[in-house]
């Protein structure tokens, strides 16, 4: 699946639950749905890893990968 372009809103989260969870790892990012263009933002919880998210925007299944990983 190819990853979707994304931007960090907040270094660490506003979100204290989804903080807890990630050990103080989660990021807020924002991106923009693959059909509409449409702004969008989630939590990504642990940021050092792939996530794959089911946007309800038009139900599209987006792809975020590690800035790191997509240099390679």
């Not at 506003?14 to 103080?24: C, G, T, V, Y």
């Not at 924002?30 to 946007?55: H, I, Q």
């Amino acid at each position: 699946m190819k990853s979707t372009p994304w931007k960090v809103l907040f270094k660490p989260t506003k979100n204290k639950e989804a903080l807890i969870l990630s050990h103080f790892e989660a990021i807020d990012i924002s991106y923009n749905c693959p059909t509409c263009g449409g702004e969008r933002a989630t939590v990504w919880l642990f940021p050092d890893t792939v996530m794959v998210y089911k946007d309800e925007c038009h139900n599209n299944t987006v792809v975020f990968k590690p800035k790191e990983a997509e240099e390679e």
